[in-house]
Every structure is written in structure tokens, then in C-alpha cells.
């Protein structure tokens, strides 16, 4: 249950990461302050849903094609979080692509290193 709940944490805060560094580099995209929170819980949710969901509907598919899911999952839970929330907004095709390239990168690298920061601390404490 602990590590579920750490694990929930890390995606929870690895995406609000990468949501807030996507709206910080792309002048298309905007994140409202009121509304982070919730639109970063939903991004999250519909990201954790979405991804296995269409790895087992594309597991047929090409390795490229699997190898996009997570660029396809991102790009939807953008779109997803945008309509249903007033805490994200994304303006321009180009904005669009370049938000999924961004949040996507961002999120995975937050996703390696967030771990490894706590891990580091535990470890630390308990040398003590």
C-alpha cells in the first residue's frame, strides 16, 4: 500500500513538474494558479488510465508504434485536462505538439530522478 501510494506521489509530482515547465517555455500554454491542483490530478489520472489502455489495444502494432504510446497518452490527457478544467490551456497546433514533447520529457526525467532525491535522503537518515 506504502509503495503505491509513493509511487502515486512521484507521477502526481513528475507531472506537475512537467506542467509547470511546459507553461513556463511555451508562450502558448498557460496554467492557472487556482486550478493547478486539479488539472494536474487529472492530467495524472487520465495519463494512469489511458497509457495501459492503449498498450493493449496497439500490442499488435509495430514496435514504433508501441514505442509512441506514451506520446499518445500524453497528448490526450493534454487534451483531456484542457476541455475539463479551467486550470490548463494550450492555444496553437504547434503549441499543442511541442506541450506533448515537453511534458512528456519533463515528467519521465522528474519520474528517474524524484526517486533517486528520496531514496538519497532515506539512505542518508539512516547512515546517522
Known amino acids: 500500500m506504502i509503495r503505491l501510494l509513493v509511487r502515486l506521489l512521484i507521477a502526481f509530482v513528475s507531472n506537475a513538474v512537467g506542467l509547470v515547465v511546459a507553461a513556463a517555455v511555451l508562450d502558448g500554454m498557460t496554467l492557472n494558479v487556482t486550478g493547478f491542483v486539479v488539472a494536474v490530478a487529472l492530467y495524472t489520472v487520465v495519463f494512469a488510465l489511458l497509457q495501459p489502455?492503449?498498450?493493449s489495444v496497439l500490442r499488435r502494432s509495430p514496435a514504433p508504434v508501441l514505442g509512441g504510446v506514451a506520446l499518445i497518452a500524453t497528448l490526450a490527457s493534454l487534451i483531456v485536462t484542457t476541455l475539463l478544467t479551467d486550470g490548463l490551456s494550450i492555444s496553437g497546433a504547434g503549441t499543442w505538439v511541442a506541450a506533448?514533447?515537453?511534458v512528456w520529457l519533463?515528467?519521465?526525467l522528474a519520474a528517474f530522478i524524484l526517486p533517486y532525491l528520496g531514496l538519497k535522503k532515506y539512505l542518508?537518515?539512516?547512515?546517522r
Open 53 to 55: 489502455f492503449l498498450i
Open 100 to 102: 506533448t514533447v515537453v
Open 106 to 108: 519533463v515528467s519521465v
Open 124 to 127: 542518508d537518515d539512516r547512515r
